[in-house]
T-cell receptor, first 108, second 114 residues
Framework: KNEVEQSPQNLTAQEGEFITINCSYS?????LHWLQQHPGGGIVSLFM???GKKKHGRLIATINIQEKHSSLHITASHPRDSAVYIC??????????FGTGTRLKVLA | ETGVTQTPRHLVMGMTNKKSLKCEQH?????MYWYKQSAKKPLELMFV???????ENNSVPSRFSPECPNSSHLFLHLHTLQPEDSALYLC?????????????FGPGTRLLVL
C-alpha cells in the first residue's frame, strides 16, 4: 500500500461542477503539496500547506493533520482544469512521497 | 530566461549508448532534484543536491550518474540503460532548507530506451 493514497484515480466532470480530490497519507509530514501536471508532462506546484486551508483563485486546498487527510477543491470547473492532480507528502528534509495522481477531465 | 529548463525534451537511445540530460534553473535556488515518472506509477525521487552536495540517493542503479557542477546546473548521465528505464525524467529546484520549500519543475525529458 502506497504511503500516499489519492482518490478518485479518474474523474470526469461537466463544466461548472464543484470538484473534490482527496489525499490520505500514513507518514508524518512537515508539509503537503498539491501539484498539477498537464499533458506533455509539465508540473506546476499549486499549494504547499501544513495546516488549515489555502485558496488561490478557484482552487482551495485543506488539510487535517490529525486525520492525515487533505483535499483539493475546484470551484466552477473549466475544461482548462483538465490535468493530473498529484499530492505529495513532505516527510523528511528532502523526502517527498507522491500519490499516483487523479486524472481530471472537465467536459464543455 | 526564467524558471527551470531541461534539454533535450525527447531522447531515444540504445542500450549501449551514453547520453546526458541537462537541467538549468534561473531562480537562485540552492536545491535541485531529479525525478523519474514511469507510466501508471508515482513520481520517484532519484537524487537531491543541496548547495552542490548530494544529500539523497534513493537506491538508484549506477547506470544513472548525477553531476551538479554548480547550484544552477544539474546533469544526469546515462549509460547502458535498460528498456524499463524509459520514462519521463523531471528536474526540479527549490530554495531548500529544512522545510524543503515549494519545488519548481522543468518540462521533463521523455526518454525511450530501445
Amino acid at each position: 500500500k502506497n504511503e500516499v493514497e489519492q482518490s478518485p484515480q479518474n474523474l470526469t466532470a461537466q463544466e461548472g461542477e464543484f470538484i473534490t480530490i482527496n489525499c490520505s497519507y500514513s507518514v508524518g509530514i512537515s508539509a503537503l503539496h498539491w501539484l498539477q501536471q498537464h499533458p506533455g508532462g509539465g508540473i506546476v506546484s499549486l499549494f504547499m500547506l501544513s495546516s488549515g486551508k489555502k485558496k488561490h483563485g478557484r482552487l482551495i486546498a485543506t488539510i487535517n493533520i490529525q486525520e492525515k487527510h487533505s483535499s483539493l477543491h475546484i470551484t466552477a470547473s473549466h475544461p482548462r482544469d483538465s490535468a493530473v492532480y498529484i499530492c505529495a507528502a513532505h516527510s523528511g528534509t528532502y523526502k517527498y512521497i507522491f500519490g499516483t495522481g487523479t486524472r481530471l477531465k472537465v467536459l464543455a | 530566461e526564467t524558471g527551470v529548463t531541461q534539454t533535450p525534451r525527447h531522447l531515444v537511445m540504445g542500450m549501449t549508448n551514453k547520453k546526458s540530460l541537462k537541467c538549468e534553473q534561473h531562480l537562485g535556488h540552492n536545491a535541485m532534484y531529479w525525478y523519474k515518472q514511469s507510466a501508471k506509477k508515482p513520481l520517484e525521487l532519484m537524487f537531491v543536491y543541496n548547495f552542490k552536495e548530494q544529500t539523497e540517493n534513493n537506491s538508484v542503479p549506477s547506470r544513472f550518474s548525477p553531476e551538479c557542477p554548480n547550484s544552477s546546473h544539474l546533469f544526469l548521465h546515462l549509460h547502458t540503460l535498460q528498456p524499463e528505464d524509459s520514462a519521463l525524467y523531471l528536474c526540479a529546484s527549490s530554495q531548500g532548507g529544512t522545510s524543503g520549500g515549494t519545488q519548481y519543475f522543468g518540462p521533463g525529458t521523455r526518454l525511450l530506451v530501445l
